[in-house]
């Protein structure tokens, strides 16, 4: 699946023509052979999916655009703040609390 995202673009996927409004999941269990689970696991880990009838176009897009952001800023697709530990989380939720407050 990395492969196919990475080489090929969302609007000439031949897998995915005519199911661009199939739920995810569903398309990945079918196009690949996933175990539902594993589909699962992949439609919101990775596609960043915010329920099971996500748009199949949409969630490829988004898988997309993770992969091509792996490698960008070192071996992870995450940013990881180089100042700053446990206590910025904190600090960050006393703020937001005193503001609500």
Do not use: W
């Not at 269990?29 to 960043?48: D, K, T």
């Not at 915010?50 to 949409?58: I, Q, R």
Request: hydrophobic share 35%.
């Amino acid at each position: 699946m990395m492969t196919y995202s990475k080489v090929r673009n969302t609007k000439d996927q031949a897998d995915a023509v005519g199911k661009e409004k199939e739920p995810f999941p569903e398309f990945l269990e079918e196009a690949f052979n996933l175990p539902s689970n594993l589909a699962s696991q992949v439609a919101y880990a990775i596609a960043h999916c915010s329920s099971p009838m996500d748009p199949t176009l949409e969630a490829l897009k988004r898988t997309r655009r993770y992969i091509k952001s792996i490698g960008r800023y070192g071996s992870g697709a995450f940013l990881v703040g180089q100042y700053g530990g446990a206590g910025e989380i904190a600090q960050g939720f006393c703020r937001y609390v005193s503001f609500l407050s």
